[in-house]
């Protein structure tokens, strides 16, 4: 079990009170792990300590508000990518067949292409395999990691720990295009309906399996965690 990409996975997961007391042990998984330089362990204390102290109400705030509200900002890799056309459908069905080969099923409510979910998963198989997966997405995370990096969010170092690990540089061309993609204001939700009105993307059997809590959670590092429920899927 990699316990970096475990850890990762649940940094960037909707914020819950069960998530806050183990910041300060996923902290020590980050500040320990040698395949990240010394700088990019130190650029992670920040969010592992905001996320571990901050006010939940104020976490779960700026969560949507970066991740949900703004499709530049998406955690859904294929988003970013294929947006809603109909490869996105097909690409999801073959990450779907990957987790199911691989004896892993998604129980949450999100989409197969949601990073902390593809990170569950990759936390699960060996590292070559894991990082060559991670290699297909640096341009990706570069991306997200210089929007961060203009909003001086600290998640941007999720990010650049990411294409540490993924051990390659990202072409540039296409990080190049992915930052070309106008931003909106998430504040601004005429606009972003707007944005957001396309056609549902249908990739099959839905994968989710309800959405239990998180339980001793770093006790049990060495077996799949599934996500805590979020408010955002309360209603659902």
């Given at each position: 079990?990699?316990?970096?990409?475990?850890?990762?996975?649940?940094?960037?997961?909707?914020?819950?009170?069960?998530?806050?007391?183990?910041?300060?042990?996923?902290?020590?998984?980050?500040?320990?792990?040698?395949?990240?330089?010394?700088?990019?362990?130190?650029?992670?204390?920040?969010?592992?300590?905001?996320?571990?102290?901050?006010?939940?109400?104020?976490?779960?705030?700026q969560f949507v508000m970066l991740f949900d509200r703004s499709?530049?900002?998406?955690?859904?890799?294929?988003?970013?990518?294929?947006?809603?056309?109909?490869?996105?459908?097909?690409?999801?069905?073959?990450?779907?067949?990957?987790?199911?080969?691989?004896?892993?099923?998604?129980?949450?409510?999100?989409?197969?292409?949601?990073?902390?979910?593809?990170?569950?998963?990759?936390?699960?198989?060996?590292?070559?395999?894991?990082?060559?997966?991670?290699?297909?997405?640096?341009?990706?995370?570069?991306?997200?990691?210089?929007?961060?990096?203009?909003?001086?969010?600290?998640?941007?170092?999720?990010?650049?720990?990411?294409?540490?690990?993924?051990?390659?540089?990202?072409?540039?061309?296409?990080?190049?295009?992915?930052?070309?993609?106008?931003?909106?204001?998430?504040?601004?939700?005429?606009?972003?309906?707007?944005?957001?009105?396309?056609?549902e993307v249908l990739f099959g059997p839905d994968p989710t399996?309800?959405?239990?809590?998180?339980?001793?959670?770093?006790?049990?590092?060495?077996t799949p965690i599934t996500p805590a429920p979020d408010a955002?899927?309360?209603?659902?």
């Amino acid at each position: 079990m990699d316990r970096t990409l475990k850890s990762i996975s649940l940094i960037l997961s909707y914020p819950t009170r069960d998530l806050q007391k183990v910041m300060s042990e996923i902290g020590g998984i980050l500040a320990s792990d040698p395949r990240l330089t010394a700088a990019a362990r130190r650029a992670l204390r920040p969010l592992v300590e905001e996320l571990g102290g901050r006010d939940i109400y104020e976490l779960e705030e700026q969560f949507v508000m970066l991740f949900d509200r703004s499709r530049t900002l998406s955690l859904n890799l294929f988003e970013h990518v294929h947006g809603e056309s109909r490869d996105r459908g097909g690409a999801m069905v073959s990450l779907l067949e990957t987790y199911r080969e691989g004896g892993f099923e998604p129980a949450t409510s999100e989409l197969p292409d949601h990073l902390p979910v593809l990170l569950e998963f990759l936390s699960t198989r060996p590292f070559a395999e894991a990082q060559e997966i991670l290699a297909d997405a640096a341009h990706i995370f570069e991306a997200l990691a210089a929007r961060f990096e203009r909003r001086e969010s600290p998640y941007a170092a999720v990010f650049a720990a990411l294409i540490q690990l993924s051990g390659v540089k990202a072409d540039q061309a296409a990080v190049a295009e992915l930052l070309d993609q106008p931003e909106h204001d998430p504040n601004d939700l005429e606009a972003l309906d707007e944005v957001w009105e396309e056609s549902e993307v249908l990739f099959g059997p839905d994968p989710t399996a309800g959405c239990p809590q998180v339980r001793d959670m770093l006790a049990r590092m060495d077996t799949p965690i599934t996500p805590a429920p979020d408010a955002r899927h309360a209603a659902e």
